[in-house]
């Protein structure tokens, strides 16, 4: 009797525990499993939307289309593509974004470090799986922007066809 008493009060200790735990889940404002689904839904989408050089840089050509660069605001002072505005992606709100893209419908262009071959100082390239474009593009979808372009080429530093400005550009 003693030692079911003993369970009974380790069950319901470790019970009230697990429901401390998840109530203060369920008070956060992070959601790991929406970010799952919403990802498997952008997972098709974001296929039929990866460009090549040739198709991204004519792309920019057309006025009303925004090249965004989301690395951080050093990284994109020292060097960017040129025409591309910026906002860090740590920093991406509804509100910051409606400021800068207020037209959902805009056609926007995103690349990132590992789209750049060739100048590891300004373009460091990160893990294939943690490269910037595939949280920027998550998050530009899930905050309602659906005309978004990723350059799926990966280029190299010296081509021709890429104009870069900032303080690092010779």
């Known amino acids: 009797m003693k030692t079911t008493l003993i369970i009974i009060l380790i069950v319901s200790t470790s019970m009230s525990v697990i429901s401390q735990e998840n109530k203060k889940l369920q008070d956060s404002k992070v959601d790991y499993n929406s970010f799952l689904e919403i990802s498997e839904e952008v997972l098709e989408y974001r296929q039929a939307r990866l460009v090549p050089l040739d198709q991204f840089l004519d792309f920019a050509k057309d006025t009303g289309t925004i090249l965004l660069d989301t690395r951080s605001e050093s990284a994109y002072n020292k060097k960017h593509l040129k025409g591309a505005i910026h906002l860090n ?82």
């Open 89 to 170: 992606f740590s920093d991406f709100t509804e509100k910051k974004l409606a400021k800068l893209i207020p037209d959902k419908t805009t056609r926007i262009l995103i690349y990132c470090n590992n789209n750049i071959d060739g100048d590891t100082l300004n373009f460091p390239t990160k893990k294939l799986p943690l490269a910037l474009n595939i949280p920027t593009f998550i998050n530009l979808y899930g905050y309602g922007y659906k005309y978004i372009y990723e350059l799926s080429s990966l280029v190299p530093i010296r081509d021709k066809r890429l104009k870069f400005i900032g303080s690092e550009v010779e």
